[in-house]
């Protein structure tokens, strides 16, 4: 059964549940038939002095340091985060900043930090402001530690003064792994071909947060790796709940000490290793997901097993480079004879036709959106559904298109969205979809689409160069126009196929039609045409788009948004134009 | 404000409706996309989905319990953006709901025809009934609100543990109830 259906089915029970889990009721749970008959007086008793015991247990041990976790761990109260029960009293636990001990200024000031965000971010913010204020800002660290206002800001420095610490000042987001081993310095650390990892983002000293997966014996494994360093007030650190819930421990793992938390539940666990070598503070978190339909028996043996699929050595040291990502720069060739800048390729036809009709679109679009919240002007919708459209103002469009251009219009459309055949006309864009009112989001999907299919549907072998990238979604017109989304690292682009001579609705007008371009030649060895389309102006996104022509087609890449040259170059190099004819 | 005055606002086409309804459930809201969705942004995003959601459609829908109606329409919007944008995020806690999910229902089940889906929402509202308050308070807050274990545990003044075995046994009964009824193969 497919996971979303399960969802919606949970969706479906009856509103009387759902009312009445909105907020515990201690007194129904005490009246609960079913708790009465299996709890005797005497047990009850037993019971009390044995979590008594443990709990007095737990508090002994973490006063004599006993335990990794009590090193690291302030102890606190949970915040809490938009709980539906308001009134509940705010759970005890810990902070553990990622970059110090508890007692250090650098988790004293992150936790001082952590508290301050968390009023603010219970505020009510006009986001459109806080864009316009942050859009003027050129303190790196407004980005960073995620200000939304000139008093956060101040509050954030004040805190930095107070505690003797720098803020970050520079940040990279690699988008794949091998742009993270530029930018960081360092070399492999993850253990075993079916472990990924990726990381997000990358400060100037080194300090490091992302994500991956660890593919272990009965299932695979989410986590979180976070690498700090000392002197810096860190932008994250982590709150615990029910410390005394762990299990602790320490290991020898490569000739260094690791020290290991890890409490079970019935489908897996969560857990926690701490190392610390010279000014690198490593925090790995991970939890459940593991072995699906049998209840976890994780244990120490399971922890030792993810700690073991890092090589912590590996994990320190490394001179970052932030200039690997962020000064990246435009690398134009001499353009070769003949090729169609992105200028001349808006001259042509398919081009001035679709550009339009997509232009109609979306202002068609704007104009029905009536709610404060929908930004007007974007430029962002995609049309996906058969033509004629059906509606007049469209289809009036369209007729005028058709006239002014002998091209091949579009009479049937087919689409492939993450692995399922969808319906087309419900697209917005090639990563998400509108359900119409009276239908149900199961009425979206078509059946399961293998990734062979997605391939044929756009007639063309796999063209994606780098293993980090894979093809997401695809749609298909009748004509041989395409246009496909592609997952590359932690970001996505699209690239669109448009035969010569035909109308594809999905090719997006410039902002800045006679922006520069240049020639580029990209990994394949192919050269292409390149722009980031100028600036943006509020609010509509510029077109960057790199441009290749075959003898019989033009392949689109675009981006959604805006992105910077250098990106713009990296998208093209995964991209074998030699595969299209 | 009480459910019925707020919904009189809604059938007055007042603006108030949805400041009464914000104030109200506004938390709940946030905290049911939260579950699911990883980006600030993204829950104050569906949060104003839902409210637009709740007044496109109230009249003529005149809901009771009014929380059930606005949570559910906050879940779907939430899990909706969340399949559309899993590309670029994830949320591994959210992906766990499902997961468990898919554990006590492992059986293929044909759900192409809504009836059946439907079928399958009232019996496991019949199962619901036969457990305790707290189980059903655990399962609900676990697969319809999607709070972590964690989360769930702080509402209770529990321990995670015990819930997650509350929650796994819970999980073990429904899927005997679901063979019996017919509905499992």
Known sequence: MKREQLFTVIGDIDDRYIAEAFRYAPEAAAASPERKANMKPKRILTLALAAALILALGVTAYASGWFGLSTRMIETEIPDFGSSTPDVTPAPGGFVASNGEADSPEAQASLAWAKAEERYRQADWDWKAVDAWTAQQEDPACEIYHCYNQEMLDTLHGIAEEYGLRLHSEVAYPMTQEQFKQVTGLGDFLRGEDNFWQGHYIFEDGSFKGEGELALEGGRLVFTLQRSRAGVLAPYGMYVRDPVSYDEWQISQDGHSLNLALRQNDTGFDGLIFFHEGEDFITLSYGAQFVPGTPAEFGREGAEAVAACFDFDALCGGEPDLDAVNGRTVAPVKPKEGLMSTADFAETPEYQAASRFHSAYNEYYDARQTDDWFVKGQYMQEYYAPFPTGVEELDAVLQELQGQYALHFPTSVRAINFGSWARPEWLTSLMSYRVPEGATKEDFHLGEATEEETWALLGVENFLRSEESYLASAVAWDTGAWQALIVYGSTSYELCYVPKGSFCPTVRAFLHPGAESWAYETACGEQVSLTVDGEMEYPRFTTPLGLYETDTAYVLLQFPGMCSAADLQLFADNIDFTKFS | ?185
């Open chain 2, 1 to 185: 404000m009480e459910d019925s005055e707020i919904i009189a606002l809604f059938y007055e086409r007042s603006e108030q409706a949805i400041v009464e309804l914000n104030r109200k459930y506004g938390t709940a809201v946030k905290k049911t996309a939260a579950n699911i969705l990883n980006d600030r942004l993204d829950v104050e995003e569906c949060a104003n989905d839902t409210y637009l959601g709740v007044w496109n459609t109230i009249p003529p829908q005149n809901p009771k319990p009014l929380v059930s109606y606005v949570c559910r329409i906050a879940r779907n919007l939430a899990a909706k953006k969340y399949h559309a944008r899993r590309a670029a995020k994830r949320n591994s806690a959210f992906d766990a709901v499902l997961d468990e999910l898919e554990e006590c229902i492992p059986a293929p089940v044909n759900l192409e025809a809504e009836y059946e889906a439907k079928e399958l929402s009232a019996a496991i509202s019949r199962f619901l009934g036969t457990l305790s308050y707290e189980d059903r308070f655990f399962f609900v807050r676990r697969y319809f609100y999607a709070d972590s274990v964690s989360d769930i545990a702080a509402m209770t003044q529990g321990k995670s543990h015990r819930i997650s075995v509350r929650l796994f046994r819970t999980r073990e009964k429904l899927h005997q109830y679901l063979t019996e009824e017919g509905l499992l193969t």
